[in-house]
């Protein structure tokens, strides 16, 4: 078995020493660029490989960030991961994933796992309220939580502006007098839609309460008929909201949904039916999947700005490991309203 080249290897070949080389590969310390030049032409040379482990012991440190994400069933859970680890390699770290899946007990599930995981520290996306079990995982480490679920001042919180966006998207709509907008994926078992206009969290909750705000904005009362329920917001359920709607009698102008997951579902189940899309009704989304550009027709969507999202969840999470102990912060995400073929009347 050929032998392990050390540190100790790359500093003879490059003719430095054994700490300038750490110092290199760690990014400490300043050299001239043909110094750091010399060392990197020797590790590649050599084939040298950090050892991870060696690092751990001598520095408490992994340069390892970890991501728990709910499952990778909707194409929005890919993207924000995808940037994650783009914006966290930018400052050398690796990403580790974990997925907590859907189902019961999934912050408890969260608890259980990551805090035995290598990692310096966690960005956590939650799809429910926090619980005793989360509130004691944010405190035995670094955390940044993502989602649309309060930290109440515990930790780093990055969200999105989910009833602002809602709410301007459908006014957009109502200004050019259309009436007759369907919702579809409205959280299962809510009849009375009046109980939305409390929300304070969730996604689902914020973005249909935005959607009520603009009919009251406009003094009218949606049609109860348009709402579409959907458990997971999954492309599944867009093509069966379709069916619902068709089954109720109703055909609205214009179908928004609460992700694009559920919209792209939409597209293809109003296809089903040969109903066109734009000309029979018109459909947008919300989250700006890469997905929907290629749909036929191209998805209009709400864009919540994900890239920017995930570079401050990893920014604040990076502070935190390089000693920042300020009180906890709060960024919520811009939005714009991105123009494609599914509907033609929003401005931009």
């Known amino acids: 078995m050929p ?154 919180y990055v969200t999105m502006p989910n009833e602002q966006a809602c709410r301007t998207a459908i006014n957009k709509l109502l200004d050019v007098d259309y009436r007759d907008i369907a919702l579809c994926g409205t959280t299962p078992g809510i009849t009375d839609f009046r109980q939305y206009l409390d929300a304070k969290e969730g996604t689902q909750e914020l973005r249909v309460k935005g959607y009520l705000q603009a009919f009251a904005d406009h003094n009218l009362t949606p049609d109860p008929r348009l709402f579409v329920p959907c458990q997971w917001l999954s492309m599944t359920e867009g093509v069966e909201a379709v069916g619902q709607l068709l089954d109720r009698g109703v055909q609205p102008d214009a179908i928004v949904c609460l992700n694009d997951a559920v919209a792209l579902g939409v597209l293809h189940g109003l296809q089903s039916h040969g109903i066109r899309v734009p000309e029979d009704v018109q459909v947008m989304g919300f989250d700006n999947v890469p997905e929907g550009q290629f749909s036929n027709p191209s998805l209009t969507t709400i864009d919540p700005h994900v890239r920017e999202y995930a570079m401050h969840a990893v920014d604040m999470l990076l502070d935190r490991l390089q000693g920042y102990d300020g009180a906890p912060r709060t960024y919520t995400s811009d939005f714009t309203i991105v123009e494609r073929n599914s509907m033609h009347i929003v401005e931009q």
Request: hydrophobic share 35%; net charge neutral.
């Open 3 to 156: 032998r392990r080249v050390t540190i100790k290897d790359v500093a003879r070949e490059a003719g430095v020493s054994f700490k300038t080389v750490s110092n290199v590969l760690n990014g400490t310390g300043s050299f001239r660029d043909s110094t750091k030049q010399t060392v990197m032409d020797a590790v590649q040379k050599l084939g040298y490989v950090r050892n991870p482990s060696a690092r751990t012991l001598k520095t408490g440190e992994t340069k390892i960030i970890g991501l728990s994400i709910f499952d990778f069933s909707q194409p929005f859970s890919s993207y924000f991961t995808d940037q994650v680890i783009y914006y966290a390699r930018q400052f050398g770290y690796s990403v580790i994933v974990h997925t907590y899946g859907q189902g019961t007990q999934r912050v408890a599930n969260i608890s259980e796992n990551v805090r035995f995981l290598p990692a310096d520290g966690w960005i956590i996306f939650v799809d429910e309220p926090l619980t005793d079990e989360g509130a004691s995982l944010v405190q035995s480490i670094p955390v940044v939580m993502a989602g649309d679920y309060d930290a109440y001042g515990r930790v780093d």
